[in-house]
């Protein structure tokens, strides 16, 4: 991977630099708003008194994948983005707003988006699934995995490696983008692999993954808990949207946006130099956090059967206003099984780092008031529209390493 990452930076000659807004080609402060001279691709609102990104097109996010004599193949692509931690990060087949998929840019159609937008592989799974519902406003994107057996001839950013390559880089920090973790989670995972999952390993902990996954998924807890984020989803949240130069304890400059209080993030400028790209030049804006960002996704026992703790949250900017999330519990005797660093999506943030992690706590608490879900009931919700963040389908993914 070293290699092909190296060679591919160097041919698209990458550079980036900042620059104040009032140097950009293509972006302006109108109306309240930094919108894009187009009027398409996102903008930057002011919403529950922080910066949002408003994007509220449907983008694609799509794996191909093919069958041959020893295992499945995947069609993975090696994407730069001005944000990423190391600049290249594994991508599905094709990542693409629709604004880029319709060329609103004045460049090349993004690699692989036809096939998803007008010849329709044999899809395998097809969901929406929200953004972060903190930073972005009702953005959600089409998760794609479909078989395609014929033959594609790939540019130097695209390769097939075997599924369980990828499926093991997803413990190696800043390979594998959040983008392609969310794909991969929302398929079908027998359909992935060709096996049944959780069985390529045989460890005390991968044994017990596989029994959770052949757990039955209805029981009261379960339905109580569908119940209450189907409440909460009917709600009526009112989002004010107010004009940038309103938002108190933010301040606009000719450099960006920023936090008086240095606590969330900034809006910065940036000018990129990508020569691989659709487009090999452009500007926007970009979210810089402060800090490190944490989640860790909590397993434990119930009744000798391991399930994974979340909470039903509400975010301002969720599509379907609650969904499930990773939660902290303070347990001194937990036992950290797996942890990975990872960059957050690097078109929109510029080298946000997350840490995920899986955290055992042995026996769990079933008197909290979130819900325990064993992976027959995970695998039974991510393969629906919106039941899991951005931040839980990251984490986890991280299971996907023992599948």
């Known amino acids: 991977m ?3 990452f190296s060679t591919l930076i160097k041919k698209s000659n990458f550079h980036l630099e900042w620059i104040p807004l009032s140097k950009s080609r293509f972006w302006c402060f109108k109306k309240g708003k930094i919108v894009h001279k187009s009027g398409r691709f996102f903008k930057i609102i002011g919403l529950a008194n922080q910066p949002f990104i ?7 996010l799509g794996f ?3 069958k041959t004599k020893q295992k499945n193949e995947i069609l993975v692509q090696a994407k730069i983005e001005p944000g990423n931690s190391h600049i290249i990060q ?3 087949t094709c990542q693409a707003t629709e604004s880029n998929s319709l060329m609103i840019h004045g460049g090349k159609e993004p690699p692989f988006s036809h096939l998803f937008t007008k010849e329709h592989p044999r899809i395998i799974n097809s969901t929406l699934q929200s953004e972060q519902g903190t930073r972005f406003y009702k953005k959600h994107n089409r998760n794609i995995l479909a078989f395609y057996s014929e033959s594609l001839k790939l540019p130097d950013s695209h390769r097939w490696i075997p599924v369980d390559t990828l499926l093991n880089l997803l413990s190696a920090n800043y390979i594998v983008n959040t983008d392609a973790r969310s794909v991969l989670v929302c398929s079908m995972w027998g359909k992935l692999v060709n096996h049944t999952p ?3 390993h045989n460890t005390n902990f991968s044994n017990e993954l596989l029994f959770s996954y052949e757990q039955k998924t209805e029981n009261a807890e379960f339905k109580k808990m569908k119940k209450e984020i189907t409440i909460m989803r009917r709600k009526k949240y009112i989002n004010k949207i107010i004009s940038l130069d309103q938002l108190p304890n933010w301040k606009i400059t000719d450099f960006g946006i920023d936090s008086l209080e240095k606590k969330l993030f900034k809006i910065r400028y940036i000018k990129i130099i990508a020569k691989s790209r659709e487009v090999p030049e452009w500007d926007q804006p970009i979210i810089d956090s402060y800090n490190e960002a944490k989640v ?7 009744d000798g059967v391991l399930h994974f703790y979340f909470e039903i949250i509400h975010e301002p900017g969720l599509y379907n206003n609650a969904e499930l999330s990773p939660a902290v519990i303070n347990c001194p005797t937990a036992k950290v099984i797996k942890s990975v660093l990872q960059s957050d999506e690097g078109g929109r943030f510029f080298k946000d780092v ?4 899986i955290i055992d706590v042995g026996k769990a608490n079933t008197k909290l008031q979130g819900y325990w879900l064993n992976l027959a ?3 039974k919700l991510v393969q629906k529209n919106g039941w899991f963040t951005n931040e839980a389908r990251s984490a986890i993914s991280l299971l996907l390493c023992w599948l």
């Open 296 to 302: 860790d996704l909590i397993c434990g026992r119930v």
């Open 54 to 60: 408003d994007q509220r097109e449907i983008g694609t």
């Open 90 to 92: 594994l991508a599905p």
């Open 2 to 4: 070293n290699n092909w």
């Open 377 to 379: 009931q995970i695998q």
């Open 64 to 66: 191909l994948i093919r």
């Open 354 to 357: 997350t840490k995920y992690r």
């Open 198 to 200: 959780f069985t390529s």
